[in-house]
């Protein structure tokens, strides 16, 4: 055990130096003083309240500590491990009403490394940046580490992209120091382009520089002098906020020439980009920063060898380039040190869907989606089932109820048909139909493929087209297995990751809610009462419970019903909006 | 804004400066609110939220009060947020705020020093790791 009594100028003042003596004496005569050791440490910055102490490993925090508390110090907490409430700091606070924030499942459970300075800083003023840490990174790495240094950190956090394939960033950066071609570029993308995520933009917006330093020790570790940031135009806020952190950069000589007087250069350059979905895959971004279409192309050559017009270049996400800083900062052992076996640190998601807590979360890797929705999430709205997950955007796939406690990281995701993504991850009730959902996601990847290669732009079709008619009541026996067909056939065989993942949402929905499918073309009938064709619009009069809440709802008349009496559907005047089904209680019109 | 060219000893200077006017510990301010206007806090009316805050402190002729900005809090869907921080007191955090529960936020708790607990989420920051 460590008592780490604060030594700070503030601290000795207000007598930190007789309360570590005391203490000390307590010890002693418990004979504890071998196993437990008082730490003078540096200021803490926490004066007003000094002398102040944090126990580890416990993180027990004191405050306002005088030499007549030692011994209650070692009697409840070193010997009874009870911390001594009178001394907490939470104290005053305890007594009202409001909780901890974090004891407030939503932010208690969460771990900040990429969103460290959510909420805390003005992202247009480079100071607040400064004050959390900033620049400090780039400082220790331009003036105390060699490039392979640099790289050989990054390789032991075991820090993975976190755009979506999971390419290790350190491997990513060796492979492109390797080449002696110049110029060579470092490339933020900033192409958030999955329905449902908002990670990306939440960081460019909320801590602009934390972006630009790791791209600077990106650029110093690879032996760049330039870099872009790609950003979509539909997100102007964010390409204002990294306009502003770059121009202060460069005032504060932390961009441009000869960066804190070491002779390093580095600038960057905002691109925005016009918001196409393909135009997040790296190649097909590079493309689009060269002024052509954005198409991606086949790899290898990687772009580490040959990206920006020919030249080798890096490419790293935005929450990728955010989690640099504190790596270098705190070590790669320390990030390593958090997480799961092959996926190390925290994972940034993006909470959507019937959730209660619709928002951003940071969480370490390997947290389970049970948690993840449930704890942080707040769980369902109106007390309904959860019923799937969509993880990793529209080419991601569904997790089922029976899933839940899978563990989010990138292998054990992929291995039930899933993918980590970008970390959108949107929450769906029992309300939800799985093959209309399935059908969405893969109209939103027929619209976005950039038509180069013919599983992409003609498969994809195929299957969205047999969607429909399965939702629409014209699916017929063999349709079910012709789509798996079809998928396996469409990603073993489009040029990109997007295509290679496109079927994903409906092989995933098939694996998963095989029931809803033959449900839908045998029975003709959708479980979750979405598919209107599907829909008989009548009462079922066993389940009708004569309140009348449909009639009163019921934008067109079209129900008939009165006192004591079930309710009865003239399809004459209905049109099949679904107010009843939404507003009914009893589930009873089928 | 003009900044001089820093130097590694102008980062840390700047860091200890800062860090004491962020945390209000000994600085002329007694509170600070703090207005979260990512995207999500604008759409729901995080600008009138701020406004309203700049007006009351206006009115009020406060000299001890600061309003700023900053990125989006996480909890998208109770925006408009803002936090209130007191000189060694706890920051709160409040949700759903509209202009008028400003303006009570800011007579209640910033002036009267009463947390205006209906409005509020909760108490403290979440823990950067470290």
């Not at chain 1, 290790?168 to 390797?178: N, V």
């Not at chain 1, 929450?319 to 390593?336: D, K, M, R």
Request: proline share 5%; with cysteine.
């Amino acid at each position: 055990m460590n008592l780490m009594l604060c030594g700070g100028t503030g601290c000795i003042a207000s007598g930190a130096p007789k309360v570590k003596q005391a203490i000390e004496e307590e010890l002693l005569k418990r004979g504890l003083a071998d196993e437990v050791q008082v730490v003078l440490t540096g200021c803490n910055g926490f004066c007003a309240m000094g002398p102040i102490m944090t126990v580890f490993p416990d993180g027990i925090f004191y405050n306002k500590l005088k030499p007549e508390h030692a011994a209650r110090l070692v009697e409840e907490h070193v010997l009874k491990g009870r911390p001594v409430k009178e001394l907490l700091f939470e104290e005053p606070v305890e007594k009202e009403k409001i909780p901890l924030l974090k004891d407030i499942g939503f932010f208690g459970n969460q771990r900040l490394i990429a969103l460290r300075n959510r909420g805390l800083i003005d992202a247009e003023r480079i100071e607040e940046y400064i004050a959390r840490d900033g620049y400090q990174a780039l400082a220790k790495v331009l003036t105390s580490m060699t490039p392979e240094e640099v790289i050989e950190e990054i390789k032991i956090s075991g820090l993975r992209g976190r755009g979506g394939a999971g390419f290790p960033t350190g491997l990513k950066w060796e492979e492109c120091r390797k080449y002696d071609r110049f110029p060579k570029y470092t490339i933020c993308n900033g192409d958030e382009g999955d329905p449902g995520a908002f990670m990306d933009r939440s960081i460019m917006e909320g801590d602009p520089h934390s972006v630009l330093e790791g791209m600077a020790i990106s650029a110093y570790a690879i032996g760049a002098e330039k870099g872009y940031i790609y950003v979509r135009a539909e997100y102007p806020l964010a390409i204002k906020r990294l306009q502003i952190a770059i121009e202060q950069a460069r005032e504060s000589g932390l961009l441009g020439e000869n960066i804190l007087d070491t002779g390093f250069n580095f600038d960057i350059e905002i691109y925005p980009g016009a918001g196409a979905f393909v135009c997040g895959e790296s190649t097909a971004l590079m493309y689009s920063l060269e002024g052509k279409r954005g198409m991606p192309r086949i790899k290898p050559p990687r772009s580490a060898e040959s990206g920006l017009w020919g030249q080798p270049t890096n490419l790293n996400n935005v929450e990728t380039y955010a989690n640099v800083p504190p790596i270098i900062l705190n070590g790669g052992a320390w990030f390593a040190s958090i997480g799961t076996e092959g996926s190390k640190g925290t994972k940034v998601f993006a909470l959507t869907g019937a959730i209660n807590n619709v928002g951003l979360v940071e969480v370490p890797m390997g947290t389970t989606l049970r948690s993840l929705v449930f704890d942080i999430g707040g769980g369902i709205p109106k007390k309904r089932q959860f019923k799937a997950a969509q993880l990793g955007g529209p080419s991601g796939g569904c997790v089922p109820a029976s899933l839940l406690d899978v563990q989010i990281d990138f292998d054990s995701l992929t291995e039930i048909g899933a993918m980590m993504g970008s970390g959108g991850v949107v929450v769906m009730d029992e309300r939800t139909c799985m093959v209309d959902t399935a059908r969405f996601f893969t109209a939103f990847s027929v619209d976005e493929s950039c038509g180069k290669c013919i599983p992409c732009r003609e498969g994809l079709k195929v299957m969205y087209d047999k969607m429909t008619d399965i939702v629409e009541g014209r699916g017929k026996e063999g349709d079910v297995e012709d789509l798996e067909k079809l998928g396996r056939m469409i990603k073993s065989t489009s040029h990109c990751g997007l295509g290679q993942s496109a079927p994903n949402p409906i092989l995933s929905t098939i694996r998963h809610f095989r029931n809803e499918y033959d449900a839908h073309v045998r029975e003709k009938k959708c479980p979750a009462k979405v598919c209107v064709e599907l829909l008989l619009f009548e009462v079922n009069p066993e389940k009708c419970k004569m309140c009348g809440i449909c009639f009163r709802n019921c934008p067109v008349q079209a129900i008939e019903w009165e006192k004591k009496q079930v309710a009865r559907i003239n399809k004459e005047k209905c049109t099949k909006c679904k107010t009843c089904i939404a507003n009914c209680r009893f589930d009873a019109i089928d | 804004m003009e900044l001089p060219k820093l130097s590694i000893e102008d980062l840390k200077k700047i860091k200890e400066r800062e860090m004491a006017r962020m945390t209000l510990r000994e600085g002329e301010h007694r509170a600070k609110i703090v207005v979260h206007m990512g995207t999500c806090g604008i759409a729901a009316g995080a600008r009138k939220v701020m406004e309203a805050f700049l007006e009351a402190v206006t009115e009020s002729g406060a000299r001890d009060v600061v309003v700023t900005q900053s990125g989006c809090a996480g909890l998208c869907n109770r925006e408009p947020m803002a936090t209130v921080e007191i000189v060694e007191k706890a920051p709160v955090k409040y949700v759903d705020l509209n202009p008028e529960k400003a303006k009570r936020i800011f007579q209640e708790h910033i002036q009267g020093g009463q947390v205006v607990e209906e409005y509020a989420l909760g108490r403290g920051s979440e823990s950067t790791a470290g």
